[in-house]
């Protein structure tokens, strides 16, 4: 469990380095002539002396490693010999030693979209930042259990004459690709998104941190609109608001905040590991893909829309677990969460892995029905303390019997001589939705009737 109150709090100020060229970068400069204080909330079970910056950095994770090289191999990249870690300056607080460590771990791949092969520059390793809790009167709160995680960092080329919404869908395969290891986060704010715009004749503009890629196709048509108003763009960095629009942040970094880490001697990629990680990648995402499609019988839309969902991995494990039909499961995660999120504002972030399972699990014994299951999420992400099963019993949900079932429609339409079929079966939906599937209601209704 996370704690809550911090056991101690660092305050530091961070100035800048030169590269290795002498050079100073501007977008470090501008962090520094801030002249902010980052006060670093430490706590026992979660933080060491690394992440406060008061012991040397350990070797590098072997198990980050070897998932990024799987991923550089998924993407068709080249993977150098010798793998060499860099460090990249940032003032903006976000690391207690002012620099984040990075490794290039593939190049010059590519992935195919749409017949075309899209240029992947690069597949880098890197550390995650801190994350922020408040900002206020030059003093910046940061809470380190974040700092240090493993992240995976993904480069493409230019992507000259695709459309803002062409640009959103490579986005999306990019982390379908990524999440089809079985080995990487998924949620909001697991992955973010960063793009570079510019106009004809422009000024190259990196936006930062595009949390949900739903929303980067407007973005880079808001941004296209912004700069077309000016007389002049800068080069700049740029962060999203929750309309899509952006706001400044820095001026664009260069190469000049790059130099060597010290404190960790390159690695050697040896070609047994290579082969190795070869001969375990996933199933291409184009077969798996034809997959749902034939074996699962999901609609093109619906498999298109899983394999770029968050809950990939979730879904392949639960149509091997449970009896229940592969496109109710791919729906649940697909649609109805998002109706519940976006309509209704339910805070599904707080629906794990194992309430799915419970989910599924109840579906599978008969002990729920489909039709319930928006309902039931509902409830268990604003209630999350409460078990699955007196969710069911608070929202009367409890499945009831064919014999009670026909007991109900034989009085409804004992009482409803004058209404037709489709109006009994109206009522009679009306009084069990959610404790019996529709396609039942309308069978008994019709046989009694």
Known sequence: MME????????????PVQSELGAVDVAVQYEFLRDRTFNYQIFASEDCLVECDEEPVHPLNQEALEIVLEIALMFNCTIPDEIQIMRKNVLDGSNTSAFQRTAIIGLDGYLEYKGKGVEITGVSLEEDAASIVDEKNGNVTYRLNRLGVPLVEI???????????????????????????????????????????????????????????????????????????????????????PDGTTRFTRPLPGAARMYVETDIPPILVDA?????????????????????KEQLK??????????????????????????????????????T??????????????????????????????KIVKE??????????KNSEVKMNDCIKKLGLETITEKELRGMVKDIIKNNRDKPVEKIIGIVMSKVRGRVKSEDVIKIVKEEF
Request: a positive charge; one cysteine or more.
């Open 4 to 15: 809550r109150e911090p056991t101690m709090v660092i305050k530091r100020k961070q100035h």
């Open 155 to 241: 480069g493409t080329g230019l992507l000259i004459g695709y459309s803002p919404e062409e640009v959103q869908e490579i986005a999306y395969l990019i982390g379908m690709i990524c999440r089809s290891t079985g080995k990487v986060k998924r949620g909001i704010g697991t992955v973010r998104q960063d793009v570079n715009v510019s106009i004809k004749n422009g000024a190259r503009v990196e936006i930062k941190g595009i949390q949900e890629l739903g929303l980067l196709s407007k973005v880079i048509e808001l941004e296209v609109q912004r700069q077309l108003s000016l007389p002049e763009v800068k080069e700049e960095t740029r962060t999203t608001n």
């Open 272 to 292: 047994k590991t290579i082969e190795k990680i070869k001969k375990q990648l996933p199933e291409p995402w184009t077969k798996k893909l034809a997959r749902f």
């Open 298 to 335: 999901l609609s093109d839309e619906l498999a298109k829309l899983i394999l770029g969902s968050d809950y990939l991995d979730l879904f392949e494990n639960f149509i091997k677990k449970f009896r229940v039909n592969p496109s109710i499961i791919a729906n649940v995660f697909v649609n």
């Open 337 to 366: 969460l998002k109706d519940l999120r976006k309509r209704e504002g339910v805070p599904i972030e707080n629906l794990t892995d194992e309430n799915f399972e419970e989910l599924f699990e109840l579906l599978d014994k008969g």
């Open 372 to 381: 319930s299951i928006p309902n039931l999420l509902s409830y268990k992400a």
